[in-house]
């Protein structure tokens, strides 16, 4: 489909507000993380959208670190989360803010809304402001403290402020309307006690806005045109528009929220809180494990800016929620990398074979292509000899319909190299297969042999004893067992066996290369080479494998 034709509701909104002239024509967005944990790929779906909607537009995009909860937050994830959206490949360029560099702004604004009796100072504790709330069929009921004077009301939020009142003993809320239909327009808390450090502004401060005051102000204090959240924020929007009513923008301009269904995939968790417990429970290796939906989890398992941006081209924005199958996902990994990476030979659970009728001592040079696909990417040399490594599984003894791959007495072609065959059998006294004991047909070298075009069924990849490389190979499988609900103990779908560690042999080439590089390993797979790797232990993670799943069901 034509992109230009088919602009998504998020633009549609713009182009009417750039038609009606509503803010200059200007579009300014944000992407408004809390630091209190890791980025997912849920937030990478709000990035690219955010960031990529301002290109387009040829508009700005600030980083904002909505720093509000002092006891969570902490400057480990405001770091890595500059990492990340930098990786994913957008700039925020001079536009980095912090939410507590308003603090002194949001205290002043309340002020305002207390002397215009919008506001009020409350000793309901929590819990009673939460039974006075009133339920979906029911008002709400008014605070006994509702009716307090602007004077007392200044009083009482000065010594808040000044420290004179312990957790949850006062907060200010807004008054609104106790019987609105809508909850969150029920007198919502606008500032709580809090006496924490905050990572930036130290002991400051000992009352903290809530998200709900505090955003709509962000947005209006760095002249964001559009503010775009997820879904569970509608219900939300009158009072993200209350909250800017006494606001006094020099333009007269206010944002606008819109928002758009948060991304749901198939068997991975996508909520901080949960990311988190699955860290501190030790279910993975930490934040940037390698089957965390992280975006530092998924950089470290291979997947590239690249292909999570087509990824999020590709769903798109929608107005209702979804899941959206992990194999899409795959495919946009396959795509990036199909043409782009080096294609190498690895056995990743090896069964050695001995080459009977190879001279002994004997060597030779065989010619690959670096990709088949990709001639540019040039060829390799890779050398033979009499004792090579195959794929246990690329053998059966008694081999079943269809195996087309070796079996006692059947030959098979391993790829760029001879014709093998079959003739003998070795294994140990537990009868586990130690080796095989093959003959080669010496005209059926790849490329040169007189015999070179005999066809045979089965061709396998294979790598030389002699110069073969150890490898530690890390496949991974699903972190959840099922798609999580939302609702239920998450922690009972945990896979057990999401990473399977192999002790695999490599081609010589693979040790040329270092950390992050990438490549597919003929019929298993992309890798790439993890960050656990040592001057004499080489580790890669399996990215990606290469049944690919999505085309199939785009086939059906
Ligand atoms: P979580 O629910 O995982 O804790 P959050 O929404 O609390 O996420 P924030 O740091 O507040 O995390 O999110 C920053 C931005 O990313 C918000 O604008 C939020 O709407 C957006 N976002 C979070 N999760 C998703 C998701 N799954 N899909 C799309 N956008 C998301
Ligand atoms: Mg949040």
Known sequence: MDQELTKNFIENFIDEDNEANTYGRRVHTRFPPEPNGYLHIGHAKSICLNFGIAQKYGGMTNLRFDDTNPTKEGVEYVNAIKKDVEWLGFSWDDRLFFASDYFDIFYDYAVKLIKLGKAYVDDLTGDQIREYRGTFNEPGKESPFRNRSVEENLRLFTEMKEGKYKDGEKVLRAKIDMASPNINMRDPVLYRIVHAVHHRT???????????????????????????????????????????????????????????????????????????????????????????????????RGYTPAAIRDFCERIGVAKADSTVDAALLEYCIREDLKLKMPRLMTVIDPLKVVITNYPEGGTELM???????????????????????????????RPVKKFFRLAPGKEVRLKYAYIIKCEEVIKDESG???????????????????????????????????????????????LLLDTDSGDGDFLAQVNPKSLAVCHGKAERALAA????????????????????????????????????????????
């Open 367 to 397: 010619e690959a292509d670096n990709n088949q696909e990709n001639e540019a990417l040039g060829k390799r040399k890779i050398s033979f000899s009499r004792t090579i490594y195959i794929e246990r599984n690329d053998f059966m003894e």
């Open 432 to 478: 586990r297969i130690t080796e095989l004991r093959c003959t080669y047909d010496p005209e059926s070298r790849s490329g040169s042999g007189a015999n070179a075009d005999r066809k045979v069924k089965g061709t396998l990849h294979w790598v030389n004893a002699a110069d073969a490389v150890d490898v530690e190979v890390r496949l991974y499988d699903s």
């Open 513 to 556: 290369y270092g950390i992050g590089d990438k490549f597919q390993f003929l019929r298993q797979g992309y890798f790439v080479i993890d960050e656990d790797t040592t001057e004499d232990h080489l580790v890669v993670n399996r990215i990606v494998g290469l049944r690919d799943t999505w085309a199939k069901m785009q086939k059906k």
């Open 202 to 300: 130290g002991n400051k401060w000992c009352i903290y806005p809530i998200y709900d005051f505090a955003h709509p102000l962000e947005d209006a204090i760095e002249r964001v045109t559009h503010s775009i959240c997820t879904l569970e924020f509608e219900d939300h929007r009158p009072l993200y528009n209350w909250c800017l009513e006494e606001w006094e923008d020099p333009q007269g301009q206010k944002p606008r929220q819109i928002e758009f269904a948060r991304l749901n995939i198939t068997q991975m968790v996508m909520s901080k809180r949960k990311l988190r417990l699955l860290v501190e429970k030790g279910i993975v290796s930490g934040w940037d494990d390698p089957r965390m939906p992280t975006i530092a989890g998924i950089r470290r």
